[in-house]
């Protein structure tokens, strides 16, 4: 198994006090159905078009408040949970991307909760939530071009030891670490806040769990809660 200790800075946890994620860390196995992402998100479609779950609205409304905090303006750079669900309320559906990303796209949107997933392999050092400098260099692309942006100071950001991985918290991850079906070592986090019940988040992580067991029985994972005592 590989050892993640992901962290939480002080600063970070001064935003949203009552901030709790799921940390769960993956060793993959042979893929067995790489149809289980899209039949997954394919209900997850459904789901959202009937209005559930019922705290989405206020959770995305907590998301917004909070990206505000750190400078940042939700209705041009939403979380990504919310991202998803405007996309499929505009467009009544979500197109498949990759078996893995089809996955936690789903459990995102059955559980209006950010959900990001990375490739651990590509990781140096430890992940970690906190407060930019503004000299962190995070590789994006740009009209089909790799570049690289720097985030503003004060913005919230996971980062590692050689930059950012996911600006404004979890709005857009980076190129470097994302995540295939391909990837041995994979790593997701599922963040949620207040108006989401933490026997949700809970659930949300069974659901990316029992999907990864259908699409590769086999694969290990392990799985820890971070929260105001993880601040570091």
Request: contains cysteine.
């Amino acid at each position: 198994m590989p050892v993640v200790s992901p962290s939480i800075s002080p600063s970070v946890i001064s935003l949203a006090p009552e901030f709790t994620a799921i940390s769960i860390a993956v060793t993959a196995a042979p893929v067995i159905d790489e149809s289980v992402g899209r039949r997954r998100l394919t209900q997850a479609v459904s789901t959202v078009l009937d209005g559930q779950p019922t705290w989405a609205l206020e959770h995305f409304a907590q998301w917004s408040e909070v990206f505000r905090a750190f400078g940042a303006k939700p209705k041009r750079t939403p979380c990504s949970a919310e991202a998803l669900h405007k996309r499929v309320m505009r467009e009544g559906e979500m197109a498949s991307i990759d078996p893995i990303v089809d996955l936690y796209n789903a459990v995102s949107l059955s559980f209006a909760v950010p959900v990001g997933g990375e490739n651990l392999n590509a990781y140096q050092g430890s992940p970690r939530l906190l407060r930019a400098t503004g000299s962190e260099p995070f590789d994006t692309v740009q009209s089909g071009n790799d570049v690289i942006e720097y985030p503003e100071p004060g913005e919230v950001i996971w980062a590692d030891d050689r930059g950012v991985t996911c600006r404004r918290w979890n709005w857009r991850q980076g190129s470097r670490t994302r995540l295939s079906v391909e990837d041995q070592q994979m790593w997701f986090i599922l963040e949620s806040l207040p108006a989401m019940p933490f026997d949700a988040l809970q659930s949300a992580a069974k659901m990316l769990t029992d999907g990864l067991d259908e699409m590769m029985p086999g694969c290990h994972y392990q799985l820890s809660t971070l929260n105001a005592a993880s601040v570091s």
